[in-house]
């Protein structure tokens, strides 16, 4: 189980460095990024959240930079592109891939199917987590034309593999808060504390589960 965040080409972009990949593929996020695969990370949470300027938010910057990164900023609630994908790396069989619309900031959701629950990732593909028992259920498209990748793992497999894909997130963020101080200075501490938000990976919540 890996974070990953869809990617758009950025032919265009020109504001800090970031890498070439083609629309609607897939980056893993983590703590063994390269700078340019970073920046390539924060240039898409951030036009995600990209947004026409209104009163509620404020005055948008005039500067480029400033414009791009505004709705990051200045918006309540983020989306990021992406979700949790798990994969059967002795076989190479993917049993969930977050489809469109599903966003790495619902990631605790996966707490849920712990629980007996279920959560789906998205469409295209469909794929869904359910709880059975003390079982957890993946199934890559319950929506598929013909058969689908399915298995069913133990809850505390899945449990201990929700942790490792979290702990990834939180390298991930490491790594965005040093970037950004190289090359967002200006903005370094908003900027860390949004993709935090983006993430959900804010402190509050992390007390609140300990509690």
């Known amino acids: 189980m890996r974070p990953v965040l869809e990617i758009f080409a950025s032919d265009d972009f020109a504001l800090w460095p970031v890498g070439e990949h083609e629309s609607y593929g897939h980056l893993v996020l983590g703590g063994r990024m390269t700078p340019t695969e970073v920046g390539t990370a924060v240039m898409r949470i951030a036009a995600c959240n ?3 300027p209104d009163q509620e938010h404020g005055p948008c ?18 989306f990021a592109a992406g979700g949790f994908r798990v994969t059967d790396m002795a076989t190479g069989t993917v049993y969930v891939d977050p489809g469109c619309c599903n966003g790495l900031e619902t990631w605790r ?5 712990l629980d ?18 003390d079982t957890v259920r993946l199934t ?9 990748p399915v ?18 997130l ?25 993709l935090a938000r983006a993430l959900d990976l804010e402190p509050k919540l992390d007390l609140e589960l300990r509690e």
Do not use: Q
């Not at 910057?61 to 983020?78: E, K, S």
């Open 109 to 113: 959701d996966w707490r849920k199917v």
């Open 116 to 133: 007996g629950g279920g959560c789906c990732f998205g469409h295209d593909p469909s794929s869904t987590a359910e709880g059975v028992g």
């Open 170 to 194: 939180r390298d991930f963020l490491g790594l965005a808060g040093t970037w950004a101080e190289r090359h967002l200075s200006t903005h370094a501490d908003a900027v860390t504390a949004a």
């Open 140 to 148: 890559l498209d319950t929506e598929a034309e013909n058969e689908s």
């Open 151 to 168: 298995i069913e793992l133990p809850a505390d497999h899945v449990r201990a593999l929700i942790a490792d894909a979290e702990a990834d």
């Open 50 to 52: 990209d947004f026409e």
């Open 61 to 78: 910057p005039t500067d480029p930079l400033g414009a791009f990164l505004h709705g990051l900023l200045t918006m309540p609630d983020l």
